[in-house]
T-cell receptor
Framework: GENVEQHPSTLSVQEGDSAVIKCTYS??????FPWYKQELGKGPQLIID?????GEKKDQRIAVTLNKTAKHFSLHITETQPEDSAVYFC??????????????FGKGTKLSVKP | EAGVAQSPRYKIIEKRQSVAFWCNPI?????LYWYQQILGQGPKLLIQ????????DSQLPKDRFSAERLKGVDSTLKIQPAKLEDSAVYLC????????????????FGEGSRLTVL
């Protein structure tokens, strides 16, 4: 089945710097890659997603890139702000079979933005 | 628009006791999911419902976990008997549909129910 590896597990940056989180996946049939942000005591919230027919997607300070050949995708946050501090999860949709819609999540990256 | 509602927010029980969690999805969302999130890990799918039918329960420990979604709206997740390793946050999520071509769209998560088994 699908396996998603996420790095780093913790990331500390100064306010205004950029942050990059990387994920790799194992199932070449996976076709949907969302990123979720989870604040303390809250449920995860989708911040951006990308489908396998697109190489890059941007939304204001957040961008995601996908390399299907290498089976990895990355989240880029520019001009970080203290409110960006949270745990970020990447995920991949397992391909085919009876598990359509079954997202496999990485273990998360705790991002700390220091003012 | 109201979000996904879950209760209780916190629950502490002794091992071998039973517990039930309740979820009310966003109105009109056909798909409902229960995820287990152990501390320091990402959410892991336990069961997925489409309306009131089960789509995927391959990772649900059926000897102790059960879930139902009567009338295709609210859902309950039950654990009986609980084990120490069941300590986790149980997240309910909903989505409008499975999306075009079976591709999952955005999942809307509740705030979760934190279970501690002593």
């Amino acid at each position: 089945g699908e396996n998603v590896e996420q790095h780093p597990s913790t990331l500390s940056v100064q306010e205004g710097d950029s942050a990059v989180i990387k994920c790799t996946y194992s199932d070449s049939a996976s076709n949907y890659f969302p990123w979720y942000k989870q604040e303390l005591g809250k449920g995860p919230q989708l911040i951006i997603d990308i489908r396998s027919n697109v190489g890059e997607k941007k939304d204001q300070r957040i961008a995601v890139t996908l390399n299907k050949t290498a089976k990895h995708f990355s989240l880029h946050i520019t001009e970080t702000q203290p409110e960006d501090s949270a745990v970020y999860f990447c995920a991949a949709k397992a391909g085919g079979g009876g598990s359509q819609g079954n997202l496999i999540f990485g273990k998360g990256t705790k991002l700390s933005v220091k003012p | 628009e109201a979000g996904v509602a879950q209760s209780p927010r916190y629950k502490i029980i002794e091992k071998r006791q039973s517990v039930a969690f309740w979820c009310n999805p966003i109105s009109g969302h056909a798909t409902l999911y229960w995820y287990q999130q152990i501390l320091g890990q990402g959410p892991k799918l336990l069961i997925q419902f489409q309306n009131n039918g089960v789509v995927d329960d391959s990772q649900l420990p059926k000897d102790r976990f059960s879930a139902e979604r009567l009338k295709g709206v609210d859902s309950t997740l039950k654990i009986q008997p609980a084990k120490l390793e069941d300590s986790a946050v149980y997240l309910c999520a909903s989505s409008p549909s499975r999306g075009a071509g079976g591709i999952t769209g955005e999942l809307f998560f509740g705030e979760g129910s934190r279970l501690t088994v002593l």
